[in-house]
């Protein structure tokens, strides 16, 4: 069954870039969208944005000026690149999939604790 | 502000029967799109529970049931458990914004 896990810095600095991974194993990464979702400690959950395998992609409008998802076929690997983060981006950050014809979220990486500081 | 209101907690004893509530618009549950529920246990993710309104994935119990009616729907657990405790989210597509949506969430505590 196809596994995700998160990976990258869990500390960055204001007005800098976050950028995450998200690798995809015991599957293919084609055929479905790729999403990445964040909670703030102690908060809700919120969608920031997918992208298909295509490559064509879908993100949160008041994200939209700062965000950028992408996808790596050859390494079943997608990223999140967040510019000029502000202390408001501090989060778990979640990557998931998508099934075709579903909207609806499944499986889910374990997730990945975001510090802006 | 979530997009889909949900209440902040609900408690019951064990064996009881409790609901959450999940309210949105005409943008998004109204709209006829579906629900979706999660469960969340502290330090981990996201859990699917329901998807489509009332079906449960494959290892769900079937405690755990889903429904809605016009713009808002629920998520029902009956014979409450002690590892019930968790955090309860719902989420449905928004075709006003475009986008996925989820609710505030709902603590549940088994007293």
């Known amino acids: 069954q196809v596994q995700l896990q998160e990976s990258g810095p869990g500390l960055v600095k204001p007005s800098e870039t976050l950028s995450l991974t998200c690798t995809v194993s015991?599957?293919?990464?084609?055929?479905?969208?790729w999403t990445w979702i964040r909670q703030p400690p102690g908060k809700g959950l919120e969608w920031i944005g997918y992208i298909y395998y295509t490559g064509s992609t879908n993100y949160k409008h008041s994200l939209k000026s700062r965000l950028t998802i992408s996808l790596d076929t050859s390494k079943n690997q997608f990223s999140l690149r967040l510019s000029s983060v502000t202390a408001a981006d501090r989060a778990t950050y979640y990557c998931?999939?998508?099934?075709?014809?579903?909207?609806?979220?499944?499986?889910w990486g374990p997730g990945t604790l975001v510090t802006v500081s | 502000q979530s997009v889909l209101t949900q209440p902040p907690s609900v408690s019951g004893a064990p064996g009881q029967r409790v609901t959450i509530s999940c309210t949105g618009s005409n943008s998004n549950i109204g709209a006829g799109n579906d629900v979706h529920w999660y469960q969340q246990f502290p330090g981990t993710a996201p859990k699917l529970l329901i998807y489509?309104?009332?079906n449960r994935p494959s290892g769900v119990p079937d405690r755990f049931s889903g429904s809605k009616s016009g713009a808002s729907a629920s998520l029902a657990i009956t014979g409450l458990q002690a590892e019930d405790e968790a955090d309860y989210y719902c989420?449905?597509?928004?075709?006003?914004?475009?986008?996925?949506?989820f609710g505030s969430g709902t603590k549940v505590t088994v007293l």
């Open positions: 489509h309104d009332t």
């Open positions: 989420q449905s597509f928004d075709s006003s914004l475009s986008g996925y949506v």
């Open positions: 998931a999939g998508q099934a075709p014809y579903s909207n609806w979220f499944d499986p």
């Open positions: 015991g599957g293919s990464i084609s055929y479905y969208y």
